[in-house]
């Protein structure tokens, strides 16, 4: 070093420390995914909320409420996977694992979005919505997170707060629980088991390398598998329909959940012909066209 370069500050290397330190907590977070489990929640809320009574209070304290929960799930999911996460090509880039965030800053910085959350939710909504909110982040932390390690059923446990945010967009909305809340829950629940298997198939050599087998039975890519995850995603039309049959959505939502059950249906079939990852891929991408078509129609298409 030449004596006439200038040293940097260290108040500018604080500075940058700083600044590295919260773009990784945006990683940790993993804002991206948590934008659309909120959008999932606001449709609920949407949904759910009667004819004059919407608030953009409520409205946004609904969407930085569930931005900071999800995000303190996919937190602590790193901390107890960091491990795993170091063993896969997907997830070896992570803050905890590449070092950039301690385990105890990312414990901390969960603890206080979950915490912040779960306020927001009980002081805002009443305590239904925080107990959901509450309920939905233990079940993923300590229920699917450690399960995946074990067993395939992993997938059906974590489904369970996988179709929570609808749910608690609508009650929410609504301050109590009831048959519309129900189905939401039933569509998104039911819809994650295809979208579940699908990224589990073009992934399965990356989960391998962790020790997850999440496919069907705990099995690798095979046609038995697929003839399950078609199962599943047959399934998914008749469950998409049910809030038009109880009289919740007009007849535009129920043809519109159907075609966006056959959109999911045909790469199914697909894949059960060909076994193949690409046809996987294909069913993976159609599952994220159908869940948040068929909500907007729901709420678009609202008697």
């Known amino acids: 070093m030449s004596w006439d370069t200038p040293v940097q500050p260290t108040s500018t290397l604080a500075a940058a420390s700083f600044t590295t330190k919260v773009r990784s907590l945006a990683v940790l977070f993993k804002l991206r995914l948590a934008s659309l489990v909120v959008f999932s929640a606001a449709l609920g809320y949407l949904f759910g ?21 999800t995000g303190a799930s996919n937190a602590l999911n790193q901390v107890l996977e960091v491990r795993e996460d170091g063993l896969m090509q997907r997830t070896a880039g992570r803050p905890l694992v590449k070092g950039v965030l301690s385990l105890p800053e990312a414990v901390f910085a969960a603890f206080i979005a979950a915490a912040v959350a779960t306020f927001m939710l009980w002081t805002q909504f009443g305590p239904l919505t925080g107990i959901l909110g509450f309920l939905s982040l233990f079940m993923y932390v300590a229920l699917y997170t450690p399960m ?115 959109i999911m249906v045909i790469p199914a ?14 069913l993976m991408f159609a599952s994220f066209i159908y869940l948040p078509l068929v909500q907007i129609v729901y709420v678009l298409d609202k008697p």
């Open 49 to 69: 909320i009667p004819s004059g009574g919407f608030s953009w209070v409520g409205f946004i304290g609904l969407c930085v409420a569930g931005t900071l929960l």
């Open 148 to 262: 995946k390690k074990l067993s395939s059923w992993a997938v059906f446990v974590g489904a369970f707060p996988g179709a929570f945010p609808p749910m608690l967009g609508y009650v929410a909305a609504t301050g109590h629980f009831d048959l519309g809340a129900g189905l939401l829950f039933a569509m998104q629940f039911m819809w994650q088991f295809p979208h579940f298997w699908a990224i589990a198939w073009v992934l399965d050599e990356d989960y391998a390398r962790a020790g997850y087998r999440l496919l069907p039975g705990g099995r690798t890519p095979d046609r038995a598998g697929a003839a399950t995850t078609l199962l599943y995603t047959l399934f998914v039309i008749p469950t998409g329909m049910l809030p038009w049959v109880f009289g919740y959505v007009g007849d535009v939502a129920m043809l519109i959940a159907v075609a966006g059950g056959l």
């Open 269 to 282: 079939i697909q894949l059960f012909l060909s076994v193949e990852k690409k046809d996987a891929r294909r």
